[in-house]
């Protein structure tokens, strides 16, 4: 059984920090591309940030700069580092583990950015 179990969400202020955290089980984590997308209020989901299998990374134009990516293949965890934050990074952050024939999601992680 696959699952993804985001941790880490919660409230914080502008300019503040967080860290979400993924733990991946059931699935031959180092082989997929791990990602983080995020669903806004009242807006369709998308593409926060990606690694893949190489290490190599992919970020959206409105977080570069502010967010990193990570993973760890020896703990099958994926966490993102959120610097900077602004209220517009208000969201639910979703975890995802693709590969070429498979494609899992978390249940999600809310974080809200607000004074």
């Known amino acids: 059984q696959v699952q993804l179990v985001e941790s880490g969400g919660g409230l914080v202020q502008p300019g503040g920090s967080l860290r979400l955290s993924c733990a991946a089980s059931?699935?031959?984590?180092?082989?997929?591309?791990m990602g983080w997308y995020r669903q806004p209020p009242g807006k369709q989901r998308e593409l926060v940030a990606t690694?893949?299998?190489?290490?190599?990374?992919n970020y959206a134009d409105s977080v570069k700069g502010r967010f990193t990516i990570s993973r760890d293949n020896a703990k099958n965890t994926v966490d993102l580092q959120m610097n900077s934050l602004k209220p517009e990074d208000t969201a639910v952050y979703y975890c995802?583990?693709?590969?070429?024939?498979?494609?899992?999601w978390g249940k999600g992680a809310l974080v809200t950015v607000s004074s």
């Open positions: 995802n583990a693709a590969q070429i024939f498979s494609n899992y």
């Open positions: 059931g699935i031959a984590f180092s082989i997929y591309t």
């Open positions: 690694v893949a299998s190489s290490g190599s990374t």
